[in-house]
Each structure stands twice: as structure tokens, then as C-alpha cells.
């Protein structure tokens, strides 16, 4: 690996790191950059979630004012994270490499969509908060299993599973977005690191794209729990269409 290709994927770290914790959708970033640099699709999926975990942990760290007397709410949608996370991550291993290549111009496509129709989404969810009251501390019914499906989704690829996140628990939590905010990173943080402890296990695994990437999303994480809160929402979400495009592109033509 030469000094540039480690150069850009430290980057694209520290990109993913920042756009996971602020928004979620940081794999549209450093997945693309694995690919310019040939390495295979599964290999640079399963690295890039191994190194991912650090940053969303440190990002969760950074959000823990807005944690503060959410610890049951937490444990309780971890382990639809955990459960989730775990089918995921097995799919990706039993279904052929085929089947991956084939499902993730989709999804990548759905993460895009994901990203630009994120202000209509939250001004929904804002609007819902508005109108709705008294609801559990826990949410509505279909919270839990809508952080497992999307546990699924994180597991098998994760781009755009911070929005996904954001989108089940503000419509169907009564909280600040603030504070959900950090519960999504938590959650985040649960799906790649058990789908990253099964990669690590049994699947072909380069360590030193997780290393450069690790140490790049934990410096990211920590950018995003502070000055990425300023950063202009619209040029975030240019930068995240323009790249998973180009991702998308470069998946195909591959």
C-alpha cells in the first residue's frame, strides 16, 4: 500500500467518522475509496464495518450529555441492534459474492435517496413531535423492530443506517432529536461491532484498511461530536451524493 493510498483512506476515515456521527452515512465515503484501490467488494465491505466501530464508539462518547437517563432505553434497543446487527453480518457471509454485487447498487442507491430526502424527513419528524404526546419512554411498539430491520440493513452494508436510525426513533419516540441523536450513535456502534467481531472471525479481512480507517473514524468521531454539528447541512449532503455516486459508478464499472 503507498503512502497516497494510506493517505486517502485515513481521509476517508475521518469523513466517515465526522458524516456517522452528525448524520450516518459515512460508508458511502471510505467503501468507494476501498474500491478505487482494488481491493474486492466483500473484502472492503467487511473491513470497512471492522473499522468503522472505533469511530462510532467515539462518537457515542461524544454525544454523552445527550445519554444522560436514557440507560433503559439503550439497553433495550441494543439488543434489537445486537440481533439485527448478527443476521446481517451472516447474510453477508452465506449469501455468494453474486448476490452482493447484485444488492448493493440498491442499496447504495437507497442510501442516496436516504440522504436527500433527509430535511423532509426530519421536518416530519419534527412536525410528529409536535402533534404527539404521551408516548412510552421506549416508543411506540414498531420502534424495536424497526431498529432491528435496520440492525439488518447495517449489518449486511450500513450506508445511510444512521438516517434509517434517526427516521425509526424520531417518529416513533418522544424525544429531542439531540438526544436520539446519541442513542443512534450507540445503536450504530452495536451493529458494527458485532457484525466487525463476526467479520473478524471468519471473513477475509485486511487489517490494514481497518487499522488506517480506525484511526481515522475515532478523530472523525470526535469532530463530528463537536464542530460537525456547524457544518452546513447542504453542503454535508452534496458532498455524500457526489461521492456515493461516484461509488456507485465505481462498483459497476468494476
Known amino acids: 500500500m503507498s503512502l497516497?493510498?494510506?493517505?486517502?483512506?485515513?481521509?476517508?476515515?475521518i469523513a466517515a467518522g465526522t458524516i456517522n456521527t452528525v448524520?450516518?452515512?459515512?460508508?458511502l465515503i471510505t467503501f468507494p475509496t476501498l474500491l478505487a484501490f482494488g481491493i474486492p467488494p466483500v473484502t472492503a465491505n467487511v473491513s470497512n464495518t471492522i473499522?468503522?466501530?472505533?469511530?462510532?464508539?467515539?462518537?457515542a462518547i461524544g454525544y454523552r450529555r445527550e445519554l444522560a437517563g436514557q440507560?433503559?432505553?439503550i439497553l433495550r434497543l441494543s439488543l434489537a441492534s445486537l440481533i439485527g446487527g448478527t443476521a446481517g453480518a451472516v447474510l453477508l457471509l452465506v449469501l455468494p459474492d453474486d448476490a452482493f454485487a447484485a444488492i448493493v447498487p440498491a442499496l447504495i442507491v437507497l442510501g442516496l435517496v436516504l440522504v436527500v430526502c433527509q430535511p423532509r424527513i426530519s421536518a416530519w419528524v419534527a412536525a410528529r413531535h409536535e402533534a404527539t404526546g404521551g408516548m412510552p419512554h421506549?416508543?411506540?411498539?414498531?420502534?424495536?423492530?424497526?431498529v432491528l430491520a435496520t440492525g439488518v440493513y447495517g449489518g449486511y452494508f450500513g450506508a445511510a443506517q444512521?438516517?434509517?436510525?434517526?427516521?425509526?426513533?424520531?417518529?416513533?419516540?418522544?424525544?429531542?432529536?439531540?438526544?436520539?441523536?446519541g442513542v443512534k450513535n450507540i445503536l450504530a456502534a452495536t451493529v458494527n461491532a458485532i457484525a466487525g467481531l463476526i467479520f473478524a472471525v471468519v471473513a477475509d479481512v485486511d487489517w490494514w484498511v481497518v487499522l488506517i480507517i480506525g484511526i481515522g473514524s475515532v478523530i472523525g468521531g470526535q469532530i463530528?461530536?463537536?464542530?460537525?454539528?456547524?457544518?452546513?447541512?447542504?453542503?454535508?449532503?452534496?458532498?455524500?451524493?457526489v461521492v456515493g455516486t461516484v461509488a456507485l459508478a465505481v462498483f459497476l464499472l468494476s
Do not use: C, K, Y
Request: glycine residues 18%; without cysteine.
Open 51 to 59: 473499522g468503522l466501530v472505533p469511530g462510532s464508539v467515539s462518537g
Open 138 to 146: 421506549h416508543g411506540t411498539w414498531w420502534v424495536w423492530p424497526g
Open 4 to 13: 497516497f493510498e494510506v493517505a486517502a483512506i485515513l481521509l476517508a476515515g
Open 224 to 241: 463530528g461530536a463537536t464542530v460537525g454539528r456547524r457544518l452546513p447541512p447542504v453542503g454535508l449532503r452534496i458532498t455524500i451524493v
Open 23 to 27: 448524520v450516518g452515512s459515512g460508508t
Open 71 to 73: 440507560r433503559s432505553r
Open 162 to 181: 444512521g438516517v434509517l436510525l434517526m427516521a425509526v426513533l424520531g417518529t416513533g419516540i418522544d424525544d429531542s432529536l439531540q438526544r436520539l441523536n
